[in-house]
C-alpha cells in the first residue's frame, strides 16, 4: 500500500482536514495534523500495523477498509472462527472459495499481505452480517478493536 502513490477518495480528509489526498503523506501525519478546527474533531484512518503473519520481510501491513483492517488485527481469530462466519460462506453454507484458497489448512502456514487481505475481505457483501460474525463468533475479551478507532474513541473520552 505505501510507495505505490495511491490517493485516498475521502472528500473530508482531501478537501478540509488535512487537506491531502496522498495516502504515502497521510501516513506520516501525527497526532497534532489530525486535528480539525481549533481541536473540535479528530480525524481517524487505517495505518500500517505489525503482524506476525506478514508476507516475506515486510513486519507492517495496512487495511483500506473496517473489513480489512479488523482482518489483520485479527487474524488467527478470524483463522480459527472463518468457517462459522455467514460473510465468509455461500448459500448453502460452505466457505467461499476465496476465503478457503488463502486459508491454509494449519494456522502455522498462514501467511497474509494486503492482497489477501483484500481477497478475503472482497466476499464480505453486508457489513452488518460481518459485525453479528465478529459478535457472534468471537469472545469479546478475545478480540482487538482496529488501532484507528481506538485512537478516536480515547481521544472523545479525552
Same mark, same amino acid.
Given at each position: 500500500m505505501t510507495g505505490k502513490g495511491y490517493e485516498t477518495c475521502n472528500k473530508t =480528509?482531501?478537501?478540509w482536514v488535512p487537506g491531502e489526498k496522498m495516502i504515502d503523506? =497521510? =501516513? $506520516?501525519?501525527?497526532?497534532e495534523e489530525?486535528?480539525? &478546527?481549533?481541536?473540535?474533531?479528530?480525524?481517524?484512518?487505517q495505518y500500517p500495523v505489525k503482524?506476525?503473519? &506478514?508476507?516475506?520481510? %515486510?513486519d507492517r501491513? &495496512?487495511?483500506?477498509?473496517? $473489513? $480489512?483492517?479488523?482482518?489483520?488485527?485479527n487474524i488467527d481469530l478470524i483463522y480459527e %472462527?472463518?468457517?462459522?462466519?455467514?460473510?465468509?460462506?455461500?448459500?448453502?453454507? %460452505?466457505?467461499?472459495?476465496k476465503v478457503k484458497d488463502n486459508f491454509p489448512g494449519?494456522?502455522?502456514? =498462514?501467511?497474509i499481505d494486503e492482497d489477501k487481505v483484500d481477497t478475503?475481505?472482497?466476499?464480505?457483501?453486508?457489513k452488518p452480517t460481518f459485525a453479528y460474525d465478529i459478535m457472534l463468533y468471537l469472545e469479546l475479551d478475545n478480540w482487538s478493536i482496529p488501532i484507528y478507532i481506538r485512537e478516536g474513541l480515547e481521544w472523545l473520552q479525552e
Open positions: =480528509l482531501i478537501e503523506d =497521510l =501516513l $506520516e501525519f501525527n497526532e489530525k486535528l480539525g &478546527c481549533d481541536d473540535m474533531f479528530r480525524i481517524a484512518y503482524s506476525k503473519r &506478514c508476507r516475506e520481510n %515486510k501491513i &495496512c487495511g483500506r477498509s473496517f $473489513e $480489512e483492517q479488523f482482518i489483520i488485527e %472462527k472463518h468457517d462459522k462466519f455467514e460473510s465468509f460462506s455461500t448459500p448453502s453454507g %460452505k466457505v467461499k472459495k494449519n494456522i502455522d502456514n =498462514l501467511v478475503i475481505a472482497s466476499v464480505i457483501a453486508n
